[in-house]
């Protein structure tokens, strides 16, 4: 009985790294092209691991002016579009859970049905009013409408976080003689700060790895986000351009998996903390 | 007075939010649906053209082909991603040895934006310096290089590989939460009545997994069909339109040729198949928690 049970075992790790071989090998090969030397790569029979180690690649990024300022454009959005969704979301969320009204169902209605709309219904009439009010090809623009795209799912996880702070918490600051403000800062704020922690991380990515409203916006190369710049990048594709674009790659996703496998953390510690709770 | 003091202070503390959605988002979109009805182009005047654009639509041959691509791409990824993620998720539970260090390393293409999915399998596809000729024609499979994204025979299992990819860790994670849910003691109690993992699965797992298996299923077909990025660097929708999904083929009407009326009418038969799809989704739900 002993011997199957071990030999499922194995049966179980071989499955899931066969799984893990087919889901990194596609970067495990780009990350090894950007460290090969251009002959290599052309080299007819390349193998899968560098022969050779060039960081050339990575230097003629970071050197060309482009990518790195596309980047810098990517993180300056991404930053401040966070800080205000962040913002704005989360003393919306305690409204909706601690004043019960029909904005509420209004909102939270509106949050569920805008999912089924292809972005392209919002994109044109947006671009139009953007137009108008000479926010096209603008990074204020650009971050406005990152706001607008994250808030409803931001404004969702807050909302169900808040939800599960007992009102009691707060009645018995208030009670203590603690103020509004003070009960807002001392009390929530500690612990609603894993789910702003998780949903500041998500609306960065998002705006990070974000791609359709960008390309349509933005048109001056000096403003093109990461993502814009790369797509234009490969479409240029000559020969001698897989390198550089493999370390452009590889510098541009860094930060996501970075971010998400802190959020990874942060949102279990929350759904464990929140199971507890309930 | 119109409103209570407390619903006053509400509503304060929510203006940003309503400000927000009502002008970037609830009046653009009331605005993108009608000037789905009309000829606008960009720059000139907006006139109303009834259901002239989805006359057009219904004789357009580029659109039927852009129509059936994005279904075929939509069934045949969702429907891989969800089954492959359950198999993962399936794995995962187990709870043997390594698991939280493989769930990391599995999160990994989740984290990869659409546009770098697109670049890594662009690489992957090269014909002459790409891991996929050179693994197949080391191992025997091929004698001539291929050239995956360019070829019509090829192109769709090409792109539709690369789109699997990336989703397949989230449905993973997602249904790998739901699949923790489940209590251990149903399966020592199955156990006991001599079930085996075959029974478990069907008759324990799949039952208390529906309601997120259907939620994973609908939200993942949503994403599928409105698809751009991905395919936007892999082929922008080559070769002969032949991977010109939906979303492709409402960009470029709307923004290469500036047909924006049109392009808003596209987006309106998206939203009708959609909710379609969703509207069939919830009557089984119902069905089923009637049938409770």
Do not use: C
């Not at chain 1, 799984?19 to 002959?39: D, E, G, H």
């Amino acid at each position: 009985m002993k011997k199957t049970i071990s030999f499922s075992k194995i049966a179980i790790h071989g499955l899931i790294i066969v799984y893990i071989i087919f889901l990194l090998f596609p970067l495990l090969w780009v990350v090894a092209s950007s460290f090969k030397p251009t002959q290599e790569i052309y080299s007819g029979s390349p193998t899968i691991f560098p022969q050779q180690i060039s960081f050339d690649h990575y230097l003629s990024v970071i050197n060309g002016q482009q990518i790195f300022r596309s980047m810098w454009n990517s993180f300056v959005v991404g930053v401040v579009s966070t800080l205000i969704v962040v913002l704005i979301a989360v003393p919306s969320a305690y409204a909706m859970v601690r004043y019960q009204s029909k904005v509420n169902n209004a909102i939270l209605g509106w949050i569920l049905v805008s999912q089924i709309f292809p972005v392209i219904l919002v994109m044109i009439p947006l671009y139009v009013l953007l137009r108008y009010i000479g926010l096209t090809d603008s990074l204020t623009g650009l971050t406005l409408i990152y706001v607008v795209w994250s808030l409803p799912f931001v404004l969702w996880i807050m909302h169900g976080y808040v939800k599960s702070i007992p009102m009691e918490l707060e009645e018995a600051a208030v009670l203590d003689g603690a103020t509004r403000t003070q009960v807002i800062f001392k009390v929530l704020m500690p612990l609603l700060l894993p789910a702003i922690g998780a949903s500041a991380l998500f609306a960065f990515i998002s705006a990070w790895n974000e791609f359709f409203f960008a390309l349509v916006l933005m048109k001056s190369p000096a403003l093109a986000t990461l993502q814009v710049e790369l797509a234009r990048y490969t479409g240029m594709e000559g020969q001698a351009r897989t390198g550089p674009l493999a370390a452009a790659s590889v510098i541009a996703t860094l930060p996501s998996i970075v971010l998400f496998i802190f959020m990874r953390k942060w949102l279990t510690k929350g759904l464990v903390s929140g199971a507890l709770k309930g | 007075m119109l409103y209570s003091k407390k619903e006053f202070g509400q509503l304060q503390l929510l203006l940003p939010v309503i400000l927000l959605v009502t002008v970037f988002s609830l009046v653009p979109l009331l605005r993108g649906i009608y000037l789905g009805f009309t000829d606008y182009r960009l720059g000139d005047p907006i006139t109303f053209n009834g259901i002239e654009n989805y006359i057009q639509l219904f004789k357009d041959e580029y659109f039927w082909s852009s129509f059936k691509i994005g279904m075929v791409w939509t069934f045949i990824v969702t429907a891989l991603q969800v089954s492959l993620g359950l198999g993962l998720a399936l794995l995962l539970n187990t709870k043997v040895r390594f698991v939280s260090f493989y769930t990391i390393l599995i999160l990994i293409p989740w984290a990869t934006p659409p546009i770098i999915r697109g670049i890594l399998w662009r690489q992957m596809y090269e014909p002459n310096t790409g891991a996929v000729n050179i693994l197949l024609s080391n191992a025997g499979l091929i004698s001539a290089s291929i050239n995956w994204l360019s070829s019509f025979e090829y192109v769709i299992p090409a792109v539709i590989v690369a789109g699997v990819w990336g989703e397949i860790s989230k449905a993973a994670i997602f249904l790998l939460a739901g699949l923790q849910t489940i209590s251990n003691d149903l399966y020592e109690a199955s156990k006991i009545d001599g079930a085996g993992i075959w029974d478990q699965f069907w008759h324990i797992t799949l039952p208390v997994l529906k309601p997120v298996l259907a939620a994973i299923i609908s939200l993942t077909f949503m994403w599928n069909f409105n698809t751009f990025g991905i395919i936007w660097v892999l082929t922008q929708g080559g070769p002969g339109g032949m991977t010109r999904l939906p979303m492709l083929a409402a960009y470029e009407e709307g923004f290469k040729y500036g047909y924006i009326g049109y392009a808003a009418a596209i987006g309106n038969v998206m939203v009708i198949i959609l909710s379609l799809m969703l509207f069939m989704y919830i009557r089984v739900q119902l069905r089923e928690r009637n049938e409770s």
